[in-house]
């Protein structure tokens, strides 16, 4: 089993910046990759970033060059900077972790909300 704790949601404006973290603990042997998504009311969760265990990056289109994602190994946890923040960046935040064999692990998820 793995546990994902995630922390750094809020309220910001357009155009500011929050960071997100995802500590993973638990089994933490065989990761695949980790990574954020996110759910707007109404809508399906989608990707925002990934980063994958050999060092390969994913983002959505929606967010590159405003958003990064990286890691502390040491500490199995994830990070996701965000800048430039849009009022369409709202939703509330999923950190996942997969495992090398496919299985997956959701956060509680965080509530982002960019608004004047």
């Known amino acids: 089993q793995v546990q994902l704790v995630e922390s750094g949601g809020g309220l910001v404006q357009p155009g500011g910046s929050l960071r997100l973290s995802c500590a993973a603990s638990?089994?933490?042997?065989?990761?695949?990759?980790m990574g954020w998504y996110r759910q707007a009311p109404g809508n399906e969760r989608d990707l925002v970033a990934r980063i994958f265990e050999r060092g390969d990056i994913e983002y959505a289109d929606s967010v590159k060059a405003r958003f990064t994602i990286s890691r502390d190994n040491a500490k199995n946890t994830v990070f996701l900077q965000m800048n430039r923040m849009k009022p369409e960046d709202t939703a509330v935040y999923y950190c996942k972790y997969v495992e090398d064999g496919g299985r997956s692990y959701w956060g509680q998820g965080t509530q982002v909300t960019v608004s004047s």
């Open positions: 638990g089994s933490v042997f065989s990761r695949y990759y």
